[in-house]
């Protein structure tokens, strides 16, 4: 049995409960602005302006999801923003991934989730995101879940806000569709 695009299938996380994505309405933005600007998120984002989300929500190379582990329909316990769904290149961009609270074993369910939206569901040939190189977590989950580092924006973002001295680098890394299909046929993927 398959799930469709905004469900997480079988083998996706054992013992976890079933993860929803819906699409995110605009009454749900304040929601997600909170998060962003949560100090427990603050040190891995770059939090965006209102405008921004309700432009990404609006746009059609944008997609823009409140994750739900659960019942579907049910609460909020992230979002997630794909950019480049529409891109001639069929590049598509794990823009931002926020979960709320951490440390539940969402992050790989949701990344295997994705995966399968981008290769499947938008007939993406590459899927890439950047991370900053303190987030070591993300980092890990990432390259074990086949994601390839690519190269290193250096001291591109800075680190703790307007006023920071401090400059972290951004580690951009990807996934290929035939990278994707090898970890399919390994069994590594629910599909």
Sequence with gaps: MSSGPGEAGPG???????????????????FVNGVE??????????????????????????RHFIINAGSEGGGRDGFVILQGCR???????????????????????????LKRMAFRDLGAHRFWL???????????LY???GFVEEGRLRESVRV??????????LVVMSLLDREYQARVALGLEAV
């Excluded at 950047?130 to 977590?137: A, E, G, P, Q």
Aim: charged fraction near 25%.
């Design 12 to 30: 996706s996380g054992a013992g976890l409960p079933p993860l929803h994505l819906r699409p995110t309405m605009l009454s749900d933005l304040d």
């Design 37 to 62: 600007r949560d100090p427990a998120n603050l040190p891995f984002i770059t939090p965006w302006e209102r405008t921004q989300h309700e432009s990404a929500v609006r746009f059609p190379d944008f």
């Design 87 to 113: 891109s001639p290149h069929q590049s598509v961009e794990l823009k931002r991934l926020v979960l709320q609270p951490k440390g539940r074993g969402l992050g790989r369910q949701c990344v295997r989730l």
């Design 130 to 140: 950047d991370v900053k190189s303190l987030n070591t977590r993300a980092l890990a």
């Design 143 to 145: 390259a074990s879940e």
């Design 160 to 169: 703790g806000g307007d006023h920071a001295t401090g400059y972290d680098s």
